[in-house]
């Protein structure tokens, strides 16, 4: 009975009815009418709300000799509405344009990555070969710098990857 309106029509449409001033163009027969279909839809209506309202309770009645709660519901609905948005066009679009968007940046975190990795592998290369001096390439600290940037180099890689 929440959902709808228990304001009485009678009161609204005499309401309607004085501010448009109709009355005046109706003979006392048509008003009669009038006045008795009014007086019957109301009727079909209080009866209409006492039928919805049985038939509520006995809906609640039946969910609960079933076992179906507030809660499961709202997981049925949350699903229901979840699939109903994963299959409209906008949802299907969107997802295909962010999946694309995420490919490419991960290509070019990838690229990224590599373009490092080969830098560090230059690096290495290049600080390698340009010691000359086998007592300076055999030293603790050169030994140490190396064995880091291998490790750098190494841990990008997987981290790439």
Request: charged share 30%; net charge negative.
């Amino acid at each position: 009975e929440g959902l709808l309106e228990t304001e009485s029509l009678q009161g609204r449409d005499e309401d309607a009815v004085a501010s448009a001033d109709f009355s005046s163009m109706l003979s006392e027969e048509e008003k009669e009418e009038l006045k008795a279909e009014l007086v019957q839809l109301e009727d079909e209506i209080t009866t209409l709300r006492q039928v919805l309202s049985a038939k509520e309770r006995h809906l609640v009645e039946i969910k609960q000799k079933l076992g179906m709660n507030l809660m499961n519901e709202l997981k049925q609905n949350f699903s229901r509405s979840w699939h109903d948005m994963q299959t409209t066009t906008a949802y299907k679009k969107t997802h295909e344009t962010l999946s694309h968007a995420g490919q490419k940046a991960t290509a070019a975190f990838s690229n990224v990555g590599t373009a490092i990795s080969k830098k560090f592998g230059d690096m290495r290369y290049s600080i390698r070969h340009s010691i000359s001096m086998p007592a300076m390439r055999n030293s603790p600290t050169f030994k140490s710098f190396e064995e880091r940037v291998e490790t750098t180099v190494t841990s990008l890689k997987v981290q790439i990857k």
